[in-house]
């Protein structure tokens, strides 16, 4: 089993619906966070926690909402989706050796 | 914000030598990672540098000088699957800036 693993892979919505993307680890570790990546700009990052009580924005949250419902999980969910937050998603985790990310959750927002 | 730079392409001769160079100027910084992504799929890492210097990891290299805020990836003995993008990242506050990624492609 994966590290860390994001469901769906691919997910094609409607314009203005409600969608959750989510992440699960077996790492263990305490940091989690949410990077969305388009063609040309990289991995930006959305949301992130260092700790089960611990919810902070990173440099693109609008639009965006997440929870972290143990230390294991840490989910994303646009609220009304739009075709610009057409992306590939990556949930990863970290702890002082370094970084692992999921596969990836491919979002098309028609 | 952070300003990470990074070559959009380069195409380089299989078994030949590739330097991707990466400059940054950030708020803080406590290492930088280069990864390697091919298209649709998780970054996987491939080095990390904290201290400046040079890091050899078999076939890969990175180097880091923080004075002058750079660093670079040496490939070295290019193979055609290392074809893939390459991302700079700078670890501040226990969170990854990336830079916008350098596409190598390798040609036979």
């Known amino acids: 089993d994966a590290d860390v693993t994001q469901t769906p892979r691919n997910r094609i919505t409607k314009t203005g619906k409600r969608i959750m993307l989510e992440c699960s680890q077996t790492?263990?570790?305490?940091?989690m966070y949410w990077y969305r990546q388009d063609p040309g700009l990289g991995l930006r990052l959305i949301y992130y926690?260092?700790?089960?009580?611990?919810?902070n924005k990173g440099e693109i949250s609008d639009g965006y909402s997440v929870s972290r419902q143990a230390q294991a999980k840490f989910s994303l969910s646009l609220e009304s989706a739009i075709p610009n937050q057409t992306a590939l998603y990556f949930c990863?985790?970290?702890?002082?050796?370094?970084?692992?990310f999921g596969s990836g959750t491919r979002l098309t927002v028609v | 914000g952070q300003n990470i730079d990074q070559p959009t392409e380069m195409t380089a001769t299989e078994g030949a030598i590739v330097q991707i160079n990466c400059t940054y100027q950030?708020?803080?910084?406590?290492?930088l990672f280069w990864y390697q992504q091919h298209a649709g799929e998780a970054p996987t890492f491939l080095s990390y540098?904290?201290?400046?210097g040079l890091e050899e990891k078999g076939r890969f290299s990175s180097f880091l000088s923080r004075s002058k805020g750079y660093s670079y990836l040496l490939l070295k003995e290019l193979q055609m699957k290392d074809s893939a993008s390459y991302l700079c990242?700078?670890?501040?506050?226990?969170?990854?800036?990336f830079g916008a990624g350098t596409t190598v492609t390798v040609r036979a």
């Open positions: 990863a985790t970290s702890d002082p050796g370094g970084y692992t």
């Open positions: 790492k263990g570790h305490d940091r």
């Open positions: 926690s260092f700790d089960v009580k611990d919810i």
């Open positions: 950030t708020s803080g910084f406590n290492g």
């Open positions: 540098n904290v201290l400046d």
């Open positions: 990242a700078v670890n501040i506050d226990y969170k990854l800036s």
